[in-house]
T-cell receptor
Framework: QSALTQPASVSGSPGQSITISCTGT?????????VSWYQQYPGKAPKLIIY???NRPSGIPNRFSGSKSGNTASLTISGLQAEDDADYYC??????????FGTGTKVTVL | EVQLVQSGAEVKKPGESLKISCETF????????IGWVRQMPGKGLEWMGI????????RYSPSFQGQVTLSIDKSITTAYLHWSSLTASDTATYYC????????????WGRGTLITVSS
C-alpha cells in the first residue's frame, strides 16, 4: 500500500464539527495505535496536532480530537474556526513500509 | 528549543548529484530518529526514509529505496539526504522531521528545502 486513504475535501461552516477519515489496512492502522495527524498551511511545514491516535501535543486546542476503529482513524474538529482552513494528513506506522502518510484532505471553512 | 534547520533551495540539472542537510538543535541527537518527507508541487506528503541518530540505523520507503541515501554526522547533529543522479521528477520540497518513538509522531519539522531539477 502506497498511502492511507483520506477524502480529498471536507467543508463546514464556522462553529460546526467536521470529521476526516483515514483508512488503512490490518497491516498499518488496524495493527498499531501509532496514528498521528498533521495540519499544513500553503507553503509551510506540517504541524503535529494528534499523536498516538488521540493525544494532543502541548498547545494544540482541544477542538481537535482523534479516534480509531478497526482499520480507520478519524480526526474531528469541533467548533470549526476560520484558521482551521488548511490541509490535513494522517500518518501511521506500517509493518511493511515503516510509515505511511494519508493522501491528504483539504478543509474549507465556508 | 528544538529546531531543525534545513539547507537552502537548490537548482540542479538532470544527472547531477546533491546532498541537502538538516541541522538539529535543542535535544539529544542520539535519542531520536530523523525522517525525510517529499512534497511534490501541489501534492501530498510522502515518507521517504528514517535514520536513527545513535547508530545510523536506516529504513527506506520501498518507493525511495535505491533512489536516495540517508546519512548523519553525530558530531554536528546533522542529517543528510543524498541523490547521486537527479531527474526532473525529483523536483519537490523536502522536509526533515524528528520522531522520538513509533508512537510520538513527527513532532518537529524543518521549514523544507525546495529542489528544482531542470535542464
Amino acid at each position: 500500500q502506497s498511502a492511507l486513504t483520506q477524502p480529498a475535501s471536507v467543508s463546514g461552516s464556522p462553529g460546526q464539527s467536521i470529521t476526516i477519515s483515514c483508512t488503512g489496512t490490518s497491516s498499518d492502522i488496524g495493527a498499531y495505535n501509532f496514528v498521528s495527524w498533521y495540519q499544513q498551511y500553503p507553503g509551510k511545514a506540517p504541524k503535529l496536532i494528534i499523536y498516538e491516535v488521540s493525544n494532543r501535543p502541548s498547545g494544540i486546542p482541544n477542538r481537535f480530537s482523534g479516534s480509531k476503529s478497526g482499520n480507520t482513524a478519524s480526526l474531528t474538529i469541533s467548533g470549526l474556526q476560520a484558521e482551521d482552513d488548511a490541509d490535513y494528513y494522517c500518518d501511521s506506522y506500517a509493518r511493511s513500509t515503516s510509515y505511511l502518510f494519508g493522501t491528504g484532505t483539504k478543509v474549507t471553512v465556508l | 528549543e528544538v529546531q531543525l534547520v534545513q539547507s537552502g533551495a537548490e537548482v540542479k540539472k538532470p544527472g547531477e548529484s546533491l546532498k541537502i542537510s538538516c541541522e538539529t538543535f535543542g535535544y539529544t541527537f542520539t535519542n531520536a530518529w530523523i525522517g525525510w518527507v517529499r512534497q511534490m508541487p501541489g501534492k501530498g506528503l510522502e515518507w521517504m526514509g528514517i535514520i536513527y541518530g545513535a547508530d545510523s540505523t536506516t529504513r527506506y520507503s520501498p518507493s525511495f529505496q535505491g533512489q536516495v541515501t540517508l546519512s548523519i554526522d553525530k558530531s554536528i547533529t546533522t542529517a543528510y539526504l543524498h541523490w547521486s543522479s537527479l531527474t526532473a521528477s525529483d523536483t519537490a520540497t523536502y522536509y526533515c522531521a524528528r520522531r522520538l518513538t513509533f508512537a510520538s509522531g513527527w513532532d518537529y519539522w524543518g521549514r523544507g528545502t525546495l529542489i528544482t531539477v531542470s535542464s
